[in-house]
């Protein structure tokens, strides 16, 4: 069964410091990840997928990278600015399985 | 497209009603899922549907709870009667073949006293 680790599992920060956010997930038979961003009282946005094929994803100030064999991908925020406080979610999907989050890791960047 | 829609974002009902959720998947894609969202287990899978037809059922907690897709646009999630336990945010997702990204809905929080 797919077990997925987030650490920390909150982070605080001052403003402008580049950051990374680890997740480790346990059987690494993966199709791919997916990086989401919640905040407060609200939904999922989907920041950034990564297929199982890839090494990397860009968006903007974020980067995520994925290692398959060593069943850990990372979520680099660069520039962090206090906009960028929320709750940040790793998921994996592989073979017959959907999407298996982790906790996730609550980040508060500090004006 | 308006994204994934679930109604309602909020519902407060009280212990041993009938609740319904509801949600409307992107049009096209072929997969949609039930979460459901505590502070206790974080985001766990309840059920999914492949086709309008479901796959895996088994993260569904209890019989009290039901899942349809009557059409590819509309499924339900059932909870009858509802207990306080079930007190959570309920997301609904939908994604093209299962394997690519899943966009997910705005949730619906319900409370049962």
């Known amino acids: 069964k797919q077990e997925v680790t987030q650490i920390p599992a909150a982070l605080s920060v001052p403003e402008g410091e580049n950051l990374v956010l680890n997740c480790s997930f346990t059987?690494?038979?993966?199709?791919?990840l997916q990086w989401f961003r919640q905040d407060p009282g609200k939904g999922l946005t989907s920041l950034l997928l990564i297929q199982s094929s890839q090494r990397e994803q860009t968006s903007g100030r974020l980067n995520a990278s994925l290692d398959k064999s060593s069943g850990r991908s990372t979520l680099y925020i660069a520039a962090s600015q206090p906009g960028d406080s929320a709750t940040y979610l790793c998921a994996v999907s592989g073979g017959n399985t959907p999407l298996v989050f982790g906790k996730g890791t609550r980040l508060s960047v500090i004006a | 497209d308006a994204g994934v829609i679930q109604s309602p974002r909020h519902e407060v009902t009280e212990m041993g009603q009938e609740v319904t959720l509801r949600c409307k998947p992107i049009?096209?894609?072929?997969?949609l899922f039930w979460y459901r969202q505590t502070m206790m287990r974080g985001l766990e899978l309840l059920i999914y549907f492949n086709n309008n037809v479901p796959i895996d059922d088994s993260g569904m907690p209890e019989d009290r709870f039901s899942a349809k897709m009557p059409n590819a646009s509309f499924s339900t999630l059932k909870i009858q009667p509802s207990e306080p336990r079930d007190s959570a945010v309920y997301f609904c997702?939908?994604?093209?073949?299962?394997?690519?990204?899943?966009?997910f809905g705005s949730g619906t929080r319900l409370t049962v006293v």
């Open positions: 997702a939908s994604s093209l073949w299962g394997y690519y990204g899943y966009t």
């Open positions: 059987d690494s038979a993966i199709y791919n």
């Open positions: 049009s096209g894609h072929d997969y």
